[in-house]
C-alpha cells in the first residue's frame, strides 16, 4: 500500500483499493452484496479474493453473496469466480443489469449492513470506505436494491444443451 487505509476518508491507487476491499470483505460474517462493471478492477481472479471469499460462503451456512454486474462476460471465463458459483450456488447469486442500468459508473461493497467501500468512477482509482457506518450502508443497500431491479436472468452454471 502506498499509504496507511484510513477509514472514513478519501484514497486513490488500485493497490489500495484493493487492500480496502480485502478488508471488507474479510469483516462480512451473514451478507455480502456487491455491485461492480465487469470485475476487471479489484483483483477478483486473485487466489487472495477467491480464498477470502470461499471463507465467507464456508464459514456461516446462513452467509449469502449477491452480486450485480452490468456484464458477465469476464466473471463468467474466470475459473475461480466461477468455482464459487458451482460449489456454493445455493448462497451465491449473480446477475446482470439491464441496459437502463448500464450508465452506473462508480461500484460498491457492503457486508453485513454496515461496512462498504465505493469506487466513485470505475476508471479512477479513488474510494471510500468504512467499517460500521450503518447510515452511509443503509443509503447503499438501498442503491443495491435499486439496481437489482434492473437485473435480467441470473448467471447459471448449468450447460446448455442435452
Do not use: W
Not at 3 to 26: K, M, Q, S
Not at 28 to 56: K, T
Request: some cysteine; charged content about 25%; aromatic content about 10%.
Amino acid at each position: 500500500m502506498d499509504n496507511e487505509l484510513i477509514p472514513n476518508t478519501i484514497i486513490v491507487g488500485e493497490r489500495n483499493y484493493e487492500a480496502a476491499l480485502d478488508l471488507v470483505i474479510a469483516e462480512a460474517r451473514g451478507e455480502l452484496l456487491i455491485f461492480d462493471q465487469d470485475f476487471l478492477h479489484g483483483d477478483y481472479n486473485s487466489a487472495q479474493r477467491y480464498d477470502l471469499l470461499h471463507h465467507f460462503l464456508s464459514e456461516n451456512p446462513l452467509s449469502k453473496l449477491t452480486i450485480i454486474l452490468q456484464s458477465t462476460d469476464f466473471f463468467r471465463t474466470c475459473p475461480r469466480l466461477f468455482k464459487l458459483l458451482e460449489i456454493y450456488s445455493h448462497k451465491m447469486v449473480v446477475y446482470e443489469t439491464n441496459d437502463h442500468a448500464k450508465i452506473a459508473k462508480d461500484c460498491f461493497v457492503l457486508a453485513d449492513k454496515c461496512h462498504y467501500l465505493r469506487r466513485f468512477h470505475i476508471d479512477q482509482a479513488r474510494f471510500k470506505f468504512a467499517l460500521d457506518d450503518v447510515e452511509t450502508a443503509a443509503s447503499l443497500t438501498s442503491r443495491f436494491e435499486e439496481l437489482l431491479e434492473e437485473t435480467t436472468e441470473a448467471v447459471s452454471i448449468g450447460k446448455l444443451g442435452l
